[in-house]
């Protein structure tokens, strides 16, 4: 899918970790897995989600915005939008640095690769809800675990990289525009 938007020509992709083949023809999801870092250890088809399990998809996601970050060679990200929520210190990504860190957050600010890293985390253990973009490309982060990511350019290489890497790419806008 190759929409306008914010003045440019973009691809368009949902990317996650729900397999389009438990989608009906409306595209709800049938499937009852997990949706958020609070699931963890329940019980989904006689499996405990465990932290770990959790982190290795959290850990696919923020390669995902990498790897579109290198494939249009962007150094940094706008943070247009920003919501934020309870902070919550989780053991593996939390302390004094970390809470410093969400309270420094702003609409507009120019977020470098490397933090990109910590805010998908927050994002998507729903501490904060945001939108990131410059001219090459945006991130919009969605309810349960869905991740809308454009790009000006097509990116076989690194959609395949991250299909490869267990998630799963729909072309589709972004219901965020």
């Not at 970050?69 to 640095?97: Q, T």
């Not at 454009?150 to 395949?160: A, V």
Request: charged fraction near 30%; glycine fraction near 6%; charge should be negative.
């Amino acid at each position: 899918m190759y929409i306008s938007m914010y003045g440019s020509m973009y691809y368009c992709w949902r990317i996650t970790k729900y397999d389009p083949k438990n989608r009906n023809e409306k595209g709800h999801y049938q499937k009852n897995e997990w949706i958020s870092i609070n699931d963890v250890g329940t019980k989904y088809d006689d499996i405990e989600f465990t932290f770990d399990l959790y982190l290795k998809s959290e850990n696919a996601y923020i390669d995902a915005i990498i790897r579109i970050m290198r494939g249009n060679n962007v150094g940094s990200l706008i943070m247009e939008a920003l919501e934020k929520k309870r902070y919550v210190n989780h053991d593996d990504f939390g302390g004094a640095e970390s809470k410093a860190f969400f309270k420094s957050l702003k609409r507009n600010m120019l977020i470098p690769k490397h933090d990109v890293v910590p805010i998908t985390r927050f994002a998507l253990r729903q501490i904060i809800w945001c939108k990131l973009l410059c001219d090459q490309m945006f991130v919009h982060f969605g309810d349960d675990y869905y991740m809308f990511i454009g790009s000006e350019k097509e990116l076989e290489n690194e959609i395949e990289a991250i299909r490869n890497n267990g998630l799963f790419v729909e072309e589709m806008k972004s219901p965020y525009m």
